[in-house]
């Protein structure tokens, strides 16, 4: 079995995974938990997402005390529009929502807070300050991080030269925005990068990526870097690369660090680089329960970035046990 089709197994069957012990964990609830916390996740079947509901349901499980009630939005605005109205019509004690995007979520956003329901916004921020918490990384940072390492791998500061893809998250959501603006304050100061594509959004899916990276190949004879928002779509955009025998001649850095994706390619050479980007689903809980319990929250909880590459991914994997 090829490489893609293993790795796109491995994230339905975690997305199954998921979604089983969901309705599982639902229907086993007693009837004296002392909180209702509403979660509306944007999808499960990105393998960044199942890791993100994973780590959210080990968290609830350290606490009795709490109904953690996961809605699946199926990537689809409406949807997790509807699933959000259902949380409040609920009344939950907190909604935790990370939002497909910033605007389309904005509104019911606003009715949960206006309804008194303490909000907790993960990982994509809403248009509103009126939330209880944001959590999550700082997508601007990691984007900085990304663009001063392609600065090195093109040559160095003041002496960097190349052509690059850059492939773009959902245009709708502002961690792409971040992604791009971080990385552009460093790459744009060397005249002699190049960028190739104007905008190119593979709404952080692999398969997408893949056909913006097939175009780009056709369009262009020489590619130096790749610059995916997500490492789906870096390791796509690789994929495109290898079906015509020119992976070895470019560089391709990802976001997410997932140790069995992200860190995974690159230790196996197909990703030059990959930036953690951790999921917020384990301490949105923490911080909600605090709140609850009668607690101060920051406004902000900004979770750490790590660069991971050749030198350190082995390393990083023998921590997971992988």
Known sequence: M???????????????????????????????????????QVTTIEPWRAQFNKDILAEAAKHPEVELIITDGEDKTEKQVADVENLIRQEVDALLVSPKESAGLTGVVQQAIDAKIPVFVLDRNVETKDY???????????????????????????????????????????PAHDRHEGFHEFTDKEPGIKYLLDKQSGDWKQDQAYNIMATALRNNEK???????????????????????????????????????????VANGELTATFTYVTPGAEGLRQAIKFLNGERVEKTITLPTQKITKENAAQILKEHGL
């Open 2 to 40: 090829k490489r893609r089709e293993l790795l796109k197994l491995a994230a339905v069957t975690a997305a199954l995974l998921t979604t089983t012990a969901l309705l599982t964990n639902g229907n086993a609830y007693a009837q004296d938990k002392k909180w209702k916390i509403g979660f509306s």
């Open 132 to 174: 209880t918490q944001f959590v999550g990384g700082d997508n601007k940072l990691i984007g900085r991080a990304a663009g001063e390492y392609a600065v090195e791998l093109l040559g160095g500061k003041g002496k960097a030269s190349g052509n690059v893809v850059e492939i773009w998250g959902g245009m709708g959501t502002q």
């Open 223 to 265: 590619i130096d870097l790749v610059y995916g928002h997500n490492d789906p779509m870096a390791y796509g955009a690789y994929l495109a690369a290898k079906d015509v025998g020119r992976e070895k001649d470019i560089k391709f850095i990802g976001i997410d660090g997932l140790p069995n994706e992200g860190v995974q390619l």
